[in-house]
C-alpha cells in the first residue's frame, strides 16, 4: 500500500510536464482542424444554391486521443481498474472510460467502451466522408473546366465538319432517288467522370465502389435520365441507353460515309 501510495504521488507531480504537452498537442490538433472547416464552409456558404439543401455547417469532430495521461492513469485507479488493465487500453478506450465514467464494477465495461470507440470510428468516417464532398464540390471546378472545354471543342469540330459535308450535298444536283438527309443525330461522347457526375451519383445512393467500376458514358447517362441505384434494373437500364448510343454513332458514321 505504501509503495502504491508513493507511486500515484509520483505520478501526480512528474505527469504535469506530460499533461502539458499533451493538452498542447491536442488544442493545436483541434485549433488546426477548426480552422480548415471555418475556412471550408465559408467557402461553401458564399456559393450560390443552385440545387437540393443547403451543405449542413455544423460539424460533429470524433475525439482523438494520443496517449494515456498520467492524469487519465490516476482517474482509472481511481474507477478501481488495475495496472494490468490500464496497460491494455487504447488512448481512445482511457479517454471514453474517463469521460463517460464507467468503473471496472461494471461486468460489461469492454463491450460498453467497445461499442463507443465503434460509434468515435461512425463519426471520424462520417467527417471524412463530408469532407470529401466539399473537397469534390470546390476542387472539382478546375476539373469540370477543362472536360467542358473538351467536350465543346470536340463538338465544334465535329459541327464544322458536319456542315460542310451538308453544304458539299445541297450543291450536287438531284439525280434519282431521295435526297440524303441533312439533319444529323449526334451520340453523346464523355472523356471523364467529373465530380460533379460523381457527387450527384452519391447523392442517387451510388456506392463508391459502383461509381469506381462505371464507364464515363455510363455516368453521363445515369445522371442525364435520373436512374438511381434504388432501381433494381438499373444495370440492365444503363446497358440499354448505351447501345442505343452506339447505334446513334454507327448510323452517323455510315451517313458521313
Known sequence: QSEQQQHDETTQVAGAEEDKLYNEQIENAVVEQSVQRISKVDD??????????????????????????SQQKHTLRDMQYTNREIKGLKPLEALLLVEHGISAHEIDWKSKVAKLVRQEEEISDQSEQQQHDET?????????????????????????????????????????????????????VAFMITSQQKHTLRDMQYTNREIKGLKPLEALLLVEHGISAHEIDWKSKVAKLVRQEEEISDQSEQQQH
Open 44 to 69: 461553401i456558404d458564399n456559393e450560390e444554391e443552385e440545387s437540393g439543401p443547403k451543405i449542413e455547417t455544423s460539424r460533429t469532430i470524433a475525439r482523438v486521443a494520443f496517449m494515456i495521461t
Open 136 to 188: 469534390t464540390q470546390v476542387a472539382g471546378a478546375e476539373e469540370d473546366k477543362l472536360y467542358n472545354e473538351q467536350i465543346e471543342n470536340a463538338v465544334v469540330e465535329q459541327s464544322v465538319q458536319r456542315i460542310s459535308k451538308v453544304d458539299d450535298i445541297d450543291n450536287e444536283e438531284e439525280e434519282s432517288g431521295p435526297k440524303i438527309e441533312t439533319s444529323r443525330t449526334i451520340a453523346r
